[in-house]
């Protein structure tokens, strides 16, 4: 009877600690703050409304969690550091990857993380890491550093610019057949027109979608060599399961083994063909970068 007693008491503390997750925090954005879909949390599959802890039972289970962001959005960058918190809360977590980071600063990471573990104090972090200016620290920052301070590691998930320029000179294969089929690579070409404005000339373009794919290839690839269980944060476009890294995971003989939640704003409709997940969040002030070249 006092070993069932016992089983109880921790079944209900279990329960218990699983219910106890932070807050979700306040939108910062300002638009779509009346938007009826702010705050929705839909499983794409089923079409069922999910609160944010019925959302951290699930991801809890997947050796492999992508989460797709849009880049300036601070509202996306607040949900993946509470999203990381929950999960650490539920499971110990195996390892984080950032698109943010490229391989060369692999050995600058792992240098900090050891000096942090030793208690040495570093006056100037994103310097320590030699951290790209394209990422603004201000949006990075706060979860870089929660990653550096854990006991589990921080991959960059990226290539550096000389293996980008080599693939510039040279593009090389890309074996599988899931990726390079032609409904990948055709909607891939449109969006890399469409992000450069219809600017770029028709001779880049093959080498441009090169890079994107070797880029969703190298994040496969570090999700695999990861420990478990794997979180990666990168945009959008990599994590789509009809584009993205899902795809290269396939083609490594992984298919199946990720979880794909993407954070949209509200207005910006995520379909089951591309996530398994979306959290749709407050939206910033709408800008058209082409503006300049009209």
């Not at 704003?265 to 082409?290: R, S």
């Amino acid at each position: 009877m006092r070993t069932l007693w016992l089983s109880v008491l921790l079944l209900l503390a279990a329960c218990q600690s699983q219910s106890a997750l932070a807050p979700v925090p306040q939108w910062q954005s300002p638009g779509g703050r009346e938007h009826a879909e702010l705050g929705q949390i839909i499983d794409l599959r089923s079409g069922t409304h999910l609160t944010p802890e019925q959302l951290v039972t699930r991801l809890a289970t997947a050796p492999l969690v992508l989460v797709g962001e849009q880049h300036d959005n601070p509202d996306h960058h607040a949900l993946q550091l509470w999203l990381l918190h929950a999960l650490e809360a539920r499971r110990p977590q195996g390892s984080l990857l950032l698109e943010m980071l490229a391989a060369s600063q692999q050995p600058q990471v792992d240098d900090v993380k050891q000096q942090l573990r030793e208690g040495l104090q570093i006056a100037d972090l994103p310097k320590a890491l030699e951290w790209s200016n394209g990422w603004p620290w201000a949006h990075y920052g706060p979860i870089v550093r929660h990653g550096l301070a854990q006991d589990y590691p921080l991959r960059a998930a990226n290539l550096d610019r000389a293996e980008i320029m080599a693939i510039y000179r040279q593009q090389p294969l890309l074996q599988g057949k899931a990726s390079t089929a032609a409904a990948v690579q055709e909607p891939l070409l449109a969006q890399i027109r469409e992000s450069h404005c219809d600017k770029l000339p028709v001779s880049q373009l093959p080498a441009m979608l090169a890079v994107q794919q070797q880029r969703d290839r190298r994040k496969a690839e570090q999700l695999l060599q990861a420990p478990v269980p794997a979180m990666l944060l990168a945009g959008a476009y990599h994590v789509r399961q009809d584009l993205g890294v899902p795809l290269h995971l396939s083609d490594l003989g992984a298919p199946d083994s990720a979880q794909v939640l993407i954070l949209s704003e509200v207005g910006k409709p995520v379909t089951a063909e591309q996530a398994d997940y979306v959290w749709y969040t407050a939206a910033l002030p709408p800008e058209d970068h082409c503006a300049q070249f009209r």
